[in-house]
């Protein structure tokens, strides 16, 4: 037998998302890690976590290093302080279609998983749902991808690839005499190689459902067999496949795994909290270069300032170029709202977004960093999605005075 569950305050909850209900099964954590489990053990069955269950995927985002194969990115002893100066912000109003609510609203969401703000090295807000912690990770989604952006940035630093205008197939030979020819890693950081991509991500027969998570030689092998449909770099056409082929590249240039760079070139030196994980296309595998890295809200966060400081660690290493933040966040030629996989808005804002409304938003005039954890009813769009919007640019309002 089903539960009905409603969020705490029943007008709120009506309010915000139109008297929409979740369904819960009155089953343990551990009894559906098994279902799931058993599940993917069938060839038969429909094994991406797009089309799990609403509960299925609260579970899962909190689990993925106990469902898939994931490689570890541990921390140190050094952690990089975040110090609390908590305001009570709840009262900070926003507006969705015109209508006015406020933070406490948002947070009072049955979707809001984990919400920090932090400005200054100053935590103003966390807030976690009763399921879920400040030491508990996350699966990041295509929040990823900018960790992957910037990885690219400290290989350049480190000599390891000359410059973003290199050809994929420098790193790559195997796409050599396919569309992929006059493609260049900047038109894939920009999400604009040319090639037809279908990132549909309701429909189990696009490409993002059947080679999304593919890495290494099914990965390249997919990609080879799609047709180039424009000139690259002038054409924005969102590709997670292509942001896994920058994984490749990545991990081609250094020679090593991309969670060991990771771990090297951010997580131990700029000192994250906790320990993180990154999904892999397979067991001792590569990278998901465009998805799923798992970590913790405050690392989210950490991720945020890190990237706001051009990679300058604290002891001032420089781990990045110069100016690479500057660049990674200026419009590209195919999409003024998209640099090297950042999503690009006001002010010079810019963010890292995964499916499911994941979040890093980084406004670097008010120093300000918001980072969320979610579970939203759906990929991307709806209700939640508006909302999520809707508060953090109230509160990047209400900070920026």
Not at 58 to 70: D, E
Not at 279 to 287: D, K, N, P, Q, R
Not at 293 to 298: C, E, F, N, T, V
Not at 320 to 326: D, F, G, I, V
Request: charged fraction near 20%; include cysteine; glycine fraction near 8%.
């Amino acid at each position: 037998m089903k539960l009905r569950i409603t969020v705490l305050c029943v007008t709120t909850f009506v309010s915000l998302f139109n008297g929409d209900t979740i369904e819960a099964d009155p089953v343990s954590d551990s009894e559906i890690l098994e279902r799931i489990s058993a599940r993917m053990q069938s060839p038969e069955a429909a094994t991406s976590l797009l089309f799990f269950t609403q509960d299925e995927r609260r579970v899962t985002f909190k689990s993925m290093h106990r469902i898939y194969p994931t490689r570890s990115v541990e921390v140190n002893d050094n952690v990089y302080v975040l110090n609390r100066n908590e305001r009570d912000l709840n009262e900070a109003s926003y507006e969705v279609d015109g209508v006015r609510y406020t933070v406490g609203d948002f947070l009072a969401s049955p979707y809001m998983k984990g919400f920090i703000v932090v400005q200054n090295n100053e935590i103003l807000l966390e807030k976690y749902s009763n399921d879920h912690s400040e030491t508990a990770r996350w699966v990041s989604f295509s929040v990823s991808k900018s960790v992957t952006s910037m990885l690219i940035g400290a290989a350049i630093k480190d000599g390891f690839i000359r410059d973003i205008n290199e050809p994929v197939t420098y790193y790559l030979p195997r796409l050599r005499d396919t569309p992929y020819e006059t493609a260049s890693i900047k038109d894939l950081l920009t999400m604009a190689s040319g090639i037809e991509w279908n990132e549909d991500y309701s429909d189990p027969d696009s490409d993002v459902a059947q080679a999304g998570g593919a890495n290494g030689i099914e990965l390249v092998s997919y990609l080879a067999q799609l047709s180039k449909k424009h000139t690259p770099g002038e054409v924005f056409n969102y590709n997670t496949g292509e942001t896994n082929l920058v994984g490749e590249i990545l991990r081609s240039a250094i020679g090593n795994n991309a969670s060991t760079y990771l771990q090297h070139k951010i997580w131990q030196p700029f000192g994250m909290e906790y320990s993180a994980t990154w999904l892999l296309g397979s067991t001792g595998g590569g990278e998901t270069g465009g998805c799923c890295i798992s970590a913790s809200l405050r690392d989210y966060a950490r991720l945020g300032i890190f990237a706001m400081r051009n990679g300058v660690l604290p002891n001032g290493t420089e781990t990045l170029p110069k100016n690479w933040m500057k660049e990674s966040t200026t419009p590209s030629k195919g999409a003024n709202y998209y640099g090297y996989l950042w999503w690009l808005g006001e002010e010079g804002s810019y963010s890292a977004q995964g499916i499911f409304q994941q979040r890093i938003v980084v406004h670097p005039a008010s120093q300000l960093v918001i980072a969320v954890h979610s579970n939203a009813p759906t990929a991307i769009g709806g209700d939640y999605a508006k909302h999520l919007n809707g508060v953090i640019e109230g509160l990047r309002t209400t900070l920026s005075k």
